[in-house]
């Protein structure tokens, strides 16, 4: 079967990379994005519930933001043929490589322990951490975990009883003993297997019969690594060697441990390893690593970052020189150094400010995808999915206005998912000012700001203060967009965008014929011009929780 045969929206189609048991990967390039993708095929899915499992893959995938995760852009499902169109990796995957240098294997540990501290904060289990599962970029030697095809989702009590999944060599002694309980502490023990592959020249398990490899993983000699390779900084082949444990209390409880441990001890710099097997530093700022760039607007850029000690994910905004914002490096500042303060499930939290290359960068906590990128991936929202984030939203609102904040920016692209993606926030900390600030004030930058196509009527009309009406309005825009799959005013001129919303709100359900009475009528009281007319935020949130309950039974 051809490449020719497959045809997946938006996507054209080249040379096949690679295939598994359920499918194959081809390069492709995304159309709209013009960028290269790897498209995973999966066209040996026999039965509805294996393509359930596919599709409940990608889910998976889109609510996961990580710079050593890969990025899933699409899914979907075409003439029973499931495709993921993930970020493509150009270095492989690293199955095969061996010994490493000291410095370059402590590394990958540290990007793959960072990435399992995202999974896990998830409630996910990967079970299927290996060598082939680590795809590797050329241009930085950044490693990404991958294919999260027989993942464990909604793990409670720090376990899952999912059937037996994985790959044998790379399971833990204790998925065999009775029911299968995958937990973070068997990632780990995989992780200790990959690390393993990765640092001696020949596999760390024994080849044999299915009897034979079993009986080794329950009760089989592991490899010391810390032994074998001398020249490893002793806190990174102490690691690997308790990774391995046959036990699982003696293992790391979390991925955060297992960093610690890389940090406490006794690790001893590594030696110098020969020109050229080493990618270039990637560049910091303050104690962040840079590493994708996120977001490359007129305004800002957005990198993911970590800690260069802790492993801590983040994600950092930088200002830059062009665009109308190129001289408010102050205003975003204060605001950032306002947000700080705040503690809310429903705003994401504020970690770090400061200037870089003379303009302002701020450092927020790491997230799930944002909902522009959930509603682009999937369509739109279940009602009863849209009105509990919407709900999670209008609490935050009603504590930023109980303490006399507007947030300003409430749009689509500044909502995020949490990094278990069961809640929404508000993702865009940097514009915060106190209720009633002047939206001009006498020789001072303006602290008005906001994103025109879901800017509230009042702003075209030049209203003098800046008032918590503007953050409902837009929390209209997002009950919409959630619900609709687009804006509620899909218009790009200035003018025809003023006139529109200086109007009767657009019908929600002529869009979206299956949305309830009781959310299209809050979503046009929300959307009213006048700011007067808009709910509190507390009344959205009670009324978003009561339409909630009534559509789940409750």
């Given at each position: 079967m051809t490449a020719t045969v497959y045809h997946i929206p938006g996507i054209e189609l080249g040379e096949e990379l690679g295939r598994g048991s359920f499918g194959r990967v081809f390069l492709g390039r995304h159309l709209a994005l013009d960028l290269p993708v790897a498209v995973k095929v999966l066209d040996r899915l026999q039965r509805p519930l294996d393509i359930q499992r596919a599709l409940r893959e990608g889910r998976i995938m889109a609510r996961l933001d990580h710079p050593?995760?890969?990025?899933?852009?699409?899914?979907?499902?075409?003439?029973?043929?499931?495709?993921?169109?993930?970020?493509?990796?150009?270095?492989?995957?690293?199955?095969?490589?061996?010994?490493?240098?000291?410095?370059?294997?402590?590394?990958?540990?540290?990007q793959l322990l960072s990435a399992l501290q995202c999974v896990h904060h998830a409630r996910i289990v990967h079970r299927d951490i290996k060598p082939a599962n680590c795809l590797r970029r050329k241009a930085d030697g950044r490693v990404k975990l991958g294919d999260l095809g027989v993942a464990a989702s909604d793990v409670t009590a720090e376990r899952t009883t999912e059937a037996l999944a994985g790959t044998l060599p790379f399971m833990a002694p204790e998925l065999f003993e009775g029911a299968a309980q995958a937990t973070p502490r068997t990632d780990l023990y995989a992780l200790g297997m990959t690390l393993a592959c990765l640092a001696l020249d020949e596999d760390p398990y024994p080849q044999g019969t299915l009897g034979q490899v079993l009986e080794w993983i329950a009760r089989g000699a592991r490899p010391k690594v810390l032994e074998r390779r001398k020249d490893l900084p002793r806190a990174l082949g102490a690691l690997i060697d308790t990774l391995l444990s046959l036990r699982p209390e003696a293992r790391p409880q979390s991925a955060t441990e297992a960093l610690g441990l890389l940090d406490d001890g006794c690790c001893c710099p590594p030696p110098a390893a020969p020109r050229g097997s080493l990618p270039p530093p990637e560049p910091k700022v303050g104690p962040w690593r840079l590493g994708d760039l996120l977001r490359g607007g007129t305004h800002w850029r957005?990198?993911?970052?970590?800690?260069?000690?802790?492993?801590?994910?983040?994600?950092?905004?930088?200002?830059?020189?062009?665009?109308?914002?190129?001289?408010?490096?102050?205003?975003?500042?204060?605001?950032?150094?306002?947000?700080?303060?705040?503690?809310?499930?429903?705003?994401?939290?504020?970690?770090?400010?400061?200037?870089?290359?003379?303009?302002?960068?701020?450092?927020?906590?790491?997230?799930?995808?944002?909902?522009?990128?959930?509603?682009?991936?999937?369509?739109?929202?279940?009602?009863?999915?849209?009105?509990?984030?919407?709900?999670?939203?209008?609490?935050?609102?009603?504590?930023?206005?109980?303490?006399?904040?507007?947030?300003?920016?409430?749009?689509?692209?500044?909502?995020?998912?949490?990094?278990?993606?069961?809640?929404?926030?508000?993702?865009?900390?940097?514009?915060?000012?106190?209720?009633?600030?002047?939206?001009?004030?006498?020789?001072?930058?303006?602290?008005?700001?906001?994103?025109?196509?879901?800017?509230?009527?009042?702003?075209?009309?030049?209203?003098?203060?800046?008032?918590?009406?503007?953050?409902?309005?837009?929390?209209?825009?997002?009950?919409?967009?959630?619900?609709?799959?687009?804006?509620?005013?899909?218009?790009?001129?200035?003018?025809?965008?003023?006139?529109?919303?200086?109007?009767?709100?657009?019908?929600?359900?002529?869009?979206?014929?299956?949305?309830?009475?009781?959310?299209?009528?809050?979503?046009?009281?929300?959307?009213?011009?006048?700011?007067?007319?808009?709910?509190?935020?507390?009344?959205?949130?009670?009324?978003?929780?009561?339409i909630g309950r009534r559509m789940q039974g409750g």
């Open positions: 050593n995760i890969v990025r899933i852009h699409d899914t979907g499902s075409v003439d029973g043929v499931v495709y993921h169109v993930l970020e493509f990796l150009d270095g492989g995957s690293l199955e095969g490589a061996r010994r490493m240098p000291p410095a370059v294997l402590e590394d990958v540990a540290r957005g990198y993911a970052v970590v800690d260069g000690r802790s492993g801590l994910a983040a994600r950092l905004v930088h200002l830059r020189s062009t665009g109308t914002l190129k001289d408010a490096s102050q205003v975003v500042l204060e605001a950032a150094s306002r947000a700080s303060e705040v503690e809310h499930a429903g705003v994401l939290e504020v970690y770090d400010w400061g200037a870089w290359e003379g303009r302002a960068y701020v450092v927020t906590a790491a997230q799930g995808r944002g909902v522009e990128d959930l509603v682009r991936a999937t369509g739109p929202l279940p009602e009863h999915e849209a009105v509990a984030f919407v709900a999670d939203l209008a609490d935050a609102l009603a504590y930023l206005h109980g303490r006399g904040l507007v947030f300003q920016v409430v749009e689509p692209g500044a909502v995020n998912l949490t990094a278990d993606g069961r809640r929404a926030q508000l993702g865009w900390p940097l514009y915060c000012v106190r209720a009633g600030s002047l939206a001009a004030p006498p020789g001072g930058a303006s602290p008005r700001m906001t994103v025109l196509a879901h800017a509230a009527p009042e702003v075209f009309r030049g209203a003098p203060t800046i008032e918590p009406a503007v953050d409902l309005y837009g929390l209209g825009e997002v009950l919409f967009y959630l619900l609709a799959g687009r804006r509620a005013y899909p218009v790009d001129s200035v003018g025809e965008l003023a006139v529109s919303k200086l109007g009767p709100p657009p019908s929600l359900t002529a869009l979206a014929p299956e949305v309830t009475a009781p959310t299209a009528s809050l979503a046009a009281r929300l959307l009213d011009a006048e700011p007067a007319r808009r709910p509190a935020a507390a009344e959205v949130r009670d009324a978003l929780r009561r």
